[in-house]
């Protein structure tokens, strides 16, 4: 895991492509922007957990489903 210090204006750039600025230090609060292109998810971490839990669980439930005279995909 890389640790950083950044002041609000700076900048943290990730590849060529994804720039995370910071926006405003309040406190223990800190607001970022993020550039990326448009094909990149960008999730809060608890937000990100959830949908893999969803994930999780609807694939449990496909497990019970009997798809064996599906037709395949083209």
């Known amino acids: 895991m890389l640790v950083l210090t950044r ?8 590849g ?4 995370i600025n910071v926006v405003e230090v309040q406190g223990d609060n800190v607001r ?4 990326a292109p448009r094909e990149i998810k960008i999730y809060r971490g608890e ?4 949908i893999q839990e969803e994930n999780r669980k609807a694939s449990a439930q496909l497990g019970d489903i ?6 395949p995909l083209k």
Not at 16 to 19: A, H, L, P, T
Not at 47 to 50: N, P, S
Request: aromatic share 4%; charged share 25%; proline share 4%.
């Open 7 to 14: 002041k609000p204006k700076q900048q943290i750039m990730i």
């Open 16 to 19: 060529d492509n994804i720039v």
């Open 32 to 35: 970022i922007a993020i550039e």
């Open 47 to 50: 937000i990100y957990r959830a």
């Open 66 to 71: 009997d798809l064996s005279g599906a037709m």
